[in-house]
Every structure is written in C-alpha cells, then in structure tokens.
C-alpha cells in the first residue's frame, strides 16, 4: 500500500526565501508524481507534473525533482511571494488511483 | 474505510450525445470536487460543491452542469459531447473546515467519447 509523506507539516517564511519541500513515498511503482496547490475552500491546481521516466520539471519559480529509487520528490520554490502562501500536496498516481501526500501548509510573510 | 466512490468506471459515448458521471463521497464529508484529465495531461479543476452549493467553478465548459444533492452525492451532466471530452474524470471530496484538509479522490470515470 502506497503511503506518501510530506516534510515539513507546515513552513512560515520570510518574503524572499527560495524553499525546499519534500514529499517520500513508499511504493516506487508508480506512473507520474504531482505537485498540487491547495488554497482554502478551493479546487487543487495542479503545479507540476512528473512522469516516472523523467527526473525534473521547471515551471517558472518551481521546480520538481523525481527519484524513483529512493521513493522522494523536492519541490523548489525560489524567491517566495505572499501569493505563494498555500497547502502543497505532492500525489503519487497508478491506474486510476492517486495517492495523496499528508501536505505542507506554506505561510510566506510580507 | 468507505472512498470515494464514482459510476460508472467507463463510458462510451458518440459525438452530440449526453453523458451523466457520478460521484458518491465519504460518508460526512460536505465538499465534492470535479476534475477532468486528458491523456496525458494534468488534472484540470472543473468545479466544486459545499453544502450543496457550488463553491469554486474552474474551467467547466458551458456545455457541462453539475449538482449536489441532499445526501451529498454530486452528478456531473456534459451534453453535445465532444471528441476532446474524452478524459478521465474523477471527483474528489473532503470534509470542509479542517485548516489542510486533504481532498480524497474517488477511481475516476474513463469516459471515450467515439
């Protein structure tokens, strides 16, 4: 059974920061890792996306490593902005089933 | 533990026709959320329902409606299909008013549209 863990629980920083989190799984069959963003009462918008045959995404301010082997993802935010304030979810996916990370709530101060 | 649970698992429909997905929650949980992903694609948000009130609406086409009802499951109605609503859909819900709440996703509805 896939468990997917996210450290840390939670991350307040200054503005300005460039911030590393992390997220670990357990199972490494998997078919793609997500990086998703989570604001209060909304949808999730999905951040990144990163197929098992792939090591790295960039979008922007972000980006996500992948390393299959050792069951970890590292999601890199540079130059953090208040607007970046969020929960992010890391989510592992196998056919039709998406495994949630236990999430990191993110507070960047102006 | 009861999941999320989502009907049918696969669907085929023609062009122009109508195609009905649903979705039953956790049990207790208020807030029901629809995604859409194409083949290769990430999860697109559609929309979101608490207390059977839309709560978020994303990039729902016009074409597409959904509900909540009284017991709290969710139907998601697309009509004059098209080729490119071909995808997987699945919804998530999640009890609201928990600061990082985790949405949990049901198995998705593949639906093929021919």
């Known amino acids: 059974k896939q468990e997917v863990t996210q450290i840390p629980a939670a991350l307040s920083v200054p503005e300005g920061e460039n911030l590393v989190l992390n997220c670990s799984f357990t199972d490494s069959a998997i078919y793609n890792l997500q990086w998703f963003r989570q604001d209060p009462g909304k949808g999730l918008t999905s951040l990144l996306l990163i197929q098992s045959s792939q090591r790295e995404q960039t979008s922007g301010r972000l980006n996500a490593s992948l390393d299959k082997s050792s069951g970890r993802s590292t999601l890199y935010i540079a130059a953090s902005q208040p607007g970046d304030s969020a929960t992010y979810l890391c989510v592992t996916s196998g056919t039709y089933k998406y495994i949630f990370g236990t999430g990191t709530r993110l507070k960047v101060l102006a | 533990a009861a999941g999320v649970i989502q009907s049918p698992r696969h669907l085929i429909k023609e062009k122009r026709e109508t195609a009905t997905l649903k979705c039953y929650p956790i049990p207790r949980h208020d807030t029901v959320y629809w995604y859409q992903q194409g083949p290769g694609q990430d999860p697109q948000f559609l929309i979101s329902?608490?207390?059977?009130?839309?709560?978020d609406k994303g990039s729902i086409p016009d074409r597409f409606s959904a509900q909540q009802f009284s017991d709290y499951h969710s139907e998601l109605n697309m009509s004059s299909l098209e080729l490119g609503d071909s995808a997987l859909y699945f919804c998530a819900s999640s009890l609201r008013g928990l600061a990082g709440t985790r949405q949990f996703f049901g198995p998705g509805t593949r639906l093929t549209v021919l």
């Open positions: 329902f608490y207390e059977k009130m839309q709560s």
